[in-house]
């Protein structure tokens, strides 16, 4: 039970992160950079533990070994590009396409995904069957994810290949969870697999920044406030769990339980602490009984088949 209590947790992170995110992003006037950022205050504090701490420098270095001697491929240790290209992507088109576009695009990649790589046995949980429980989850799921982000279809704006680049975004972070699961395996230590995920994101932010300001971007002045800035630490709490849990519950069902965390953090965050124009929506609170439910209707189908 505590690993789907995990993927929801991580989830919920996810939405909190996302507020801060988005407000560094609004005050400073560049996307790219509030993510950079984000990351790069998270690896920060990750270098201090992963070499302050000997445990999880022997993190490290079991991924050093595994690398050198082929036990892990080197395409496995760049699972963490995916979330920097998952930024990058959500700073380009989040624009054109408003939130509630893009996170149908992003879930349904993720979701579609996720029965792909389990049934090839990608993620550290190995293979596992495309069932009939498992597609009424995924379906379903995304049906409520539509149902949440309801009201903001109304403003929403359409670009094909916007959608295209999103679907392929949720893809993506599908394939990163199973590289970080695979990762984590040979590390045995999550924040030495956090350490490599957040090295990568920011390497491939770093370079969609240097284009962006190259293009005319621009950074505006650094907000005071130091809570904006937990977005980073947020990040390692969260891919250092997802890491730990997407062992023992294959990458689909983490999937459908950090969507479920995502809408109840967005839930909880609307009627406790709402941003600026916006109210705690009925809709939003139907996508998460929904989603809840899919998930429990599809376990017990699973478990009887079983």
């Known amino acids: 039970m505590i690993y789907p209590l995990l993927a929801v947790f991580v989830g919920a992170l996810t939405a909190i992160q996302s507020r801060l995110n988005g407000q560094l992003s609004k005050d400073i006037h560049n996307g790219l950079a509030a993510a950079i950022i984000s ?7 990750l270098f201090i533990l992963c070499f302050g701490l000997k445990v999880e420098r022997q993190g490290l270095r079991n991924i050093w ?3 050198q001697s082929g036990r892990l491929k080197r395409w496995e240790i760049i699972g963490g590009m995916g979330g920097g290209f998952f930024v990058a992507t959500q700073s380009i088109t989040v624009p054109k396409l408003g939130v509630a576009i893009f996170t149908i695009a992003t879930v349904g990649g993720q979701t579609v995904a996720s029965l792909l790589v389990d049934k090839l046995g990608i993620g550290p949980a190995g293979k596992k069957h495309i069932t009939i429980p498992r597609i009424f989850a995924a379906v379903m799921t995304l049906f409520a994810v539509t149902i949440a982000v309801l009201p903001d279809l109304a403003h929403a704006t359409f670009s094909a290949l916007a959608v295209v680049i999103t679907l ?24 030495a697999t956090a350490f490599l995920n957040f090295l990568m994101g920011t390497f491939v932010l770093a370079i969609a920044l240097a284009f962006n300001l190259s293009n005319g971007g621009s950074i505006g002045h650094l907000p005071s406030n130091p809570w904006i800035y937990l977005g980073g630490p947020i990040g390692v709490i969260f891919i250092a769990t997802s890491a730990f849990a997407v062992k023992h519950m294959g990458i689909l069902n983490f999937v ?3 969507v479920t965390g995502q809408l109840i953090g967005a839930l909880l965050l609307d009627w406790l602490a709402p941003a600026a124009n916006t109210t705690l929506s009925g809709y939003l609170v139907t996508g998460v009984f929904m989603t809840l439910g899919s998930i429990l209707v599809s376990r017990y189908f699973e478990k009887r088949k079983a």
């Open 65 to 67: 070994k595994a690398v």
């Open 256 to 258: 459908l339980g950090s």
């Open 39 to 45: 990351f790069g205050s998270g690896w920060i504090v």
């Open 168 to 191: 392929i975004v949720g893809v993506v972070i599908s394939f990163q969870q199973a590289f970080n699961g695979r990762v984590n395996v040979v590390a045995t230590r999550p924040l």
